[in-house]
């Protein structure tokens, strides 16, 4: 899905919303959503990677962004997950790389502080989703 799918919707002629639920996501307890695994890290960062680099070619800086931000979501993610078993410290390096030279001029000065602060505190982001989560209950 990750590879193909924003493909797909750039390139289609026409889309339609269907506000029923038509589409079920089933959880298995062997899934890769599930499983914590290297392989699959490497292939989000790809697809991730691979999604940045088709919207920069196109200039299309709203998607940029949306890409940008979910980037850095998964960077902050590769953080909090235990990882312990895997050495993700050149992925974790990428990452940085690739996301501290890009433009966000798009960004609102909220959302650049916002997206700063996910690369440079990533743990900072689990602490603060879980005062909401007590704060919510």
Do not use: G, W
Not at 8 to 23: G, Q, S, T, V
Not at 96 to 123: C, G, H, V, Y
């Amino acid at each position: 899905d990750e590879f193909t799918t924003y493909k797909l919707l750039y390139n289609a002629k026409n889309i339609f919303y269907c506000p029923d639920e038509l589409y079920f996501y089933r959880l298995r307890k062997n899934s890769i959503t599930a499983n914590i695994k290297l392989k699959n890290l490497i292939d989000i960062n790809d697809a991730l990677q691979e999604r940045l680099d088709f919207f920069n070619q196109r200039k299309e800086d709203h998607l940029v962004k949306r890409t940008l931000i979910a980037y850095s979501y998964f960077f902050v993610k590769l953080n909090n997950v235990e990882l312990k078993q895997y050495d993700c410290k050149e992925m974790k390096n990428h990452i940085i790389k690739q996301l501290k030279q890009e433009d966000l001029s798009a960004f609102t000065i909220t959302e650049k502080i916002k997206f700063k602060m996910r690369i440079k505190f990533p743990q900072l982001n689990l602490i603060y989703a879980r005062l909401i989560k007590n704060i919510k209950k």
